[in-house]
């Protein structure tokens, strides 16, 4: 069964204190592998598509990586305008599948 | 720059009520999709459109329907409300065919009593 898992479900950091966060898939055939932010009472923004595994791409303080079976969310030096819920999908054949999200709260 | 444009905000129906949740595009995007976001769960796809006149049943479609009206505008009714539907609503669009969704709108939070 195709399978999307993030973790943690809630992240509190320091200003300064870089972290990083998870999303592991179990999916037959994976198309690309997607992260999102998302903000209280808005839809969702979207930041990265990852292809294959040992592929990064970058934004300002954020750095997306992929193996073949997980994908890691870095983010270095994070600053209060960070906090928000960072959504990862993933897509297979036809499906596209969301996880549940990882809630970031960045504390000056 | 709108992007996708969704309409009511907020709304509260009374169970057995019917309503329309309006979503438009000015991208210029072929596809369309319809989610509900519920707490503990990831987006879950309702139903998607590939162009004007055409779409297909997602994850959860039963008690919804939608019309793609023109390439903008992409509708999703619910004919009799039922409590099990209160959630958040989102509309989004992307340039490819059930594609990765790109664009999304800032949904419609809606309670049913």
């Known amino acids: 069964e195709d399978q999307v898992t993030q973790s943690p479900e809630a992240l509190r950091l320091q200003e300064g204190e870089s972290s990083s966060l998870n999303c592991s898939y179990t999916?037959?055939?994976?198309?690309?592998l997607f992260w999102y932010r998302q903000d209280p009472g808005k839809g969702p923004e979207f930041l990265f598509t990852?292809?294959?595994a040992g592929e990064e791409k970058e934004k300002e303080r954020l750095k997306a990586t992929l193996t073949k079976k997980e994908s890691f969310l870095h983010i270095t030096a994070p600053k209060p305008e960070d906090s928000a819920t960072y959504l990862c999908?993933?897509?297979?054949?036809?499906?596209?599948?969301f996880g549940t999200g990882t809630s970031l709260t960045v504390i000056p | 720059n709108a992007g996708v444009t969704q309409t009511p905000k907020f709304q509260v129906l009374k169970t057995g009520q019917s309503m329309t949740l309006q979503c438009a595009q000015d991208m210029n995007h072929n596809s369309m999709y319809w989610y509900r976001q519920d707490p503990g769960m990831g987006l879950r796809l309702i139903y998607y459109s590939a162009s004007e006149g055409t779409t297909d049943k997602g994850e959860v479609p039963n008690g919804y329907n939608v019309s793609r009206l023109n390439k903008r505008e992409f509708s999703l009714r619910l004919e009799s409300a039922a409590p099990s539907q209160t959630s958040v609503y989102f509309c989004?669009?992307?340039?490819?065919?059930?594609?990765?969704?790109?664009?999304f709108g800032d949904g419609t939070r809606l309670s049913i009593l």
């Open positions: 999908a993933v897509g297979t054949g036809n499906q596209f599948y």
């Open positions: 990852l292809y294959s």
């Open positions: 999916v037959s055939g994976l198309r690309g």
């Open positions: 989004a669009s992307s340039t490819e065919a059930k594609g990765q969704p790109q664009h």
